[in-house]
């Protein structure tokens, strides 16, 4: 392997080493699971809960019926969703469990009086303790809108359970209510009044029971989930970040992604030595690292060792989004894990660069056309801007984004002009016009990174709506052009995934699994800009440099792809704030120059 990389112990002891997932956890969790859907029936249908002694017990004074379908419903809504917490090794869901299990076990016997289903419920807590030491999981990082997320997920799970609970009774219902009166009975029950459906007996007390049951379920847990104490999320500190910068600017010439692991909605584990770092986010219980890990390539394999003993710690899955070749190698070798490529990254070298020859003909007459339409380019670095333009900047790429959430995790650094990345490159376009817009004659942005002394990496591209297309070309171009008068010799463009793929799929002489495949990539493009990026980037007839996904094993790449997808902000799940408030918030994340100034005081 190139670059001095030591050598580690053999391939079986670090797939020890790594979270590979237990088996006795999976099969527990799948237990709990049947054991949550048998309860929920028990509390749920009438026919279910039959038996000789429920017969008997229904006439009795005084009957436990009504209150234990409603423990036994909610000891098994709740044992569902542990599932998934025990099958990822999680601590408190151990605990949770071995608390409900035997609640479960004494409403089986109390309303169903079944000792096969009391039985059940108590066996499994044998494997549960037995295997104590395997559920050992820390909990995960988590913020506030989970609150917000279970309210609206058990809400609507409440609503559909709560109307299989109301008709579930049909021979005991007085009249015939319509599916109106019933969803209004489930409604009132959840808050625990009665609604307008009756019913013979003692199955009101049932019903009233069992949903005033789902109704305390819904406000505990989101009343739990609000006020607990808040597990940080992913975030640098001043300190991390300090170190991370000092790491790169000696090693940061390695790879072109190295200085977005600065993000700081990520959190970080060092090498033992200090000299070498991996970034990541938890995201979904997915623990995704980005890029190669930064600083001395001889410290990597502390740093990775790091970062596979916080995954195991939380049972995580680990991932790593767009490493490079080399990282890939280092990845697999010190970890037992696979790697796949994803795609291609596009690096132009400056010397070669020109839009002379017919391959650039595309580029140089929209280049031309543009420029004689009154457009203007200006390159310069952040730190060259004034207060009031830099604020221009940021609020008109805040504007022109074309979606509500910023979009970007491996390849993005998520703001523009902080006092402390003022080494990066901005280049913008301006068209001077009688009825100046919002933002003056600025009309295009394009933000460039470091890579390391001698490159930059494309952040993010912004444009007016209103502006002539080809503007990204214009640019691009022109941070090309005036590179060398900053000392930038390579620059890297966008990711393309799955570049090779589309092509080889559109040559002569494909065959039909990648032609179908190409044609797969061609559709899934309408969504995720997969052929159009290739297409971009070709333009500028870069270099290619393969990326790869490295992971575990190949069951987990949906959840790993979905994750990253996440991450990148091409799936959201928590509802987004309103512009002005993003606004507010991002102003509040940004340090002044006076505290970048102190920090970097103490820093020195």
Same mark, same amino acid.
């Given at each position: ?19 590979? &997932? ?41 009957? +436990? ?75 995960? &990082? ?34 015939? &209510? ?30 009233? +029971? ?107 899955? &680990? ?131 470091? #890579? ?64 179908? #495949? ?17 297409? +971009? ?68």
């Amino acid at each position: 392997m190139s670059g001095g990389v030591p050598s580690r112990s053999s391939r079986a002891r670090r797939i020890l080493r790594g979270p590979r &997932p237990e088996a006795a956890p999976a099969l527990v969790a799948r237990a709990c699971a049947l054991v949550g859907v048998v309860d929920i029936a028990a509390g749920v249908f009438p026919r279910f809960r039959h038996s000789r002694m429920h017969a008997m017990a229904e006439v009795l004074p005084g009957s +436990f019926g009504p209150f234990a379908a409603a423990l036994s419903l909610s000891a098994g809504v709740l044992l569902l969703l542990l599932a998934h917490g025990l099958k990822r090794r999680k601590r408190r869901a151990w605990r949770a469990a071995v608390a409900l299990l035997p609640a479960g076990a004494v409403a089986q016997f109390v309303y169903r009086h079944s000792l096969i289903g009391m039985l059940v419920s108590a066996a499994l807590l044998v494997p549960l303790l037995r295997h104590r030491d395997e559920f050992a999981a820390l909990p995960d &990082p988590r913020s506030r809108w989970r609150a917000l997320a279970n309210f609206v997920l058990m809400s609507a799970g409440s609503l559909a359970l709560g109307l299989v609970i109301v008709s579930v009774h049909p021979h005991r219902m007085v009249g015939d &209510p319509s599916l109106a009166d019933r969803l209004t009975h489930v409604v009132y029950g959840l808050f625990g009044f009665e609604g307008p459906v009756d019913y013979a007996g003692n199955t009101s007390w049932t019903v009233a +029971f069992s949903l005033g049951a789902l109704g305390w379920l819904t406000a505990a847990t989101t009343i739990y989930l609000a006020f607990r104490p808040e597990h940080p999320a992913a975030r640098l500190t001043e300190e991390d970040e300090a170190k991370l910068r000092t790491l790169l600017e000696k090693h940061g010439r390695r790879d072109s992604l190295g200085h977005f692991a600065l993000r700081r909605d990520k959190a970080v584990v060092f090498s033992p030595s200090g000299k070498a770092a991996v970034t990541y986010r938890v995201v979904s219980g997915v623990m995704l690292a980005s890029g190669d890990p930064i600083g001395d390539v001889e410290a990597w394999p502390g740093a990775i060792e790091r970062f596979m003993d916080e995954a195991k710690a939380h049972s995580w899955t &680990p991932a790593v989004m767009g490493c490079s070749e080399t990282g890939g190698e280092v990845w697999t070798r010190e970890t037992g894990l696979d790697a796949l490529e994803l795609g291609d990254e596009a690096v132009v070298d400056v010397a070669d660069f020109s839009l002379a020859g017919r391959a650039m003909r595309n580029v140089r007459q929209m280049v031309k056309r543009i420029e004689r339409a009154g457009y203007e380019t200006r390159v310069r670095r952040i730190r060259d801007l004034g207060d009031a333009e830099l604020e221009r900047i940021r609020r008109a790429a805040e504007d022109w984004r074309g979606t509500d959430t910023e979009r970007g995790f491996s390849m993005a650094l998520g703001r523009i002009g902080d006092p402390a990345d003022g080494d990066c490159l901005i280049a913008t376009a301006h068209k001077a016009e009688d009825q100046p817009g919002e933002y003056g004659d600025l009309k295009a942005i394009l933000h460039f990174v470091p #890579w390391g002394e001698d490159g930059a990496s494309l952040d993010l591209m912004r444009r007016d709506r209103s502006a002539d297309p080809g503007m990204n070309e214009l640019l691009i171009v022109a941070a090309l052009q005036a590179a060398p008068k900053f000392g930038i010799t390579r620059v890297s463009l966008n990711f393309a995934m799955f570049r090779s793929a589309l092509a080889r799929g559109e040559k002569i002489g494909a065959g039909p699994v990648l032609r179908a #495949w190409r044609g797969l990539l061609v559709f899934l493009s309408r969504w995720f800009q997969i052929e159009s990026l290739y297409k +971009f980037n070709a333009k500028f007839q870069p270099r290619w440099e393969p990326r790869f996904v490295v992971y575990r094993a190949p069951a987990d790449l949906p959840r790993i792809g979905f994750a990253a997808m996440q991450a990148e902000g091409f799936v959201t799940l928590a509802l987004p704030l309103p512009r002005f408030l993003r606004r507010r918030w991002a102003a509040a994340q940004r340090p002044c120059a006076h505290a970048v100034a102190e920090r970097d005081v103490r820093a020195a």
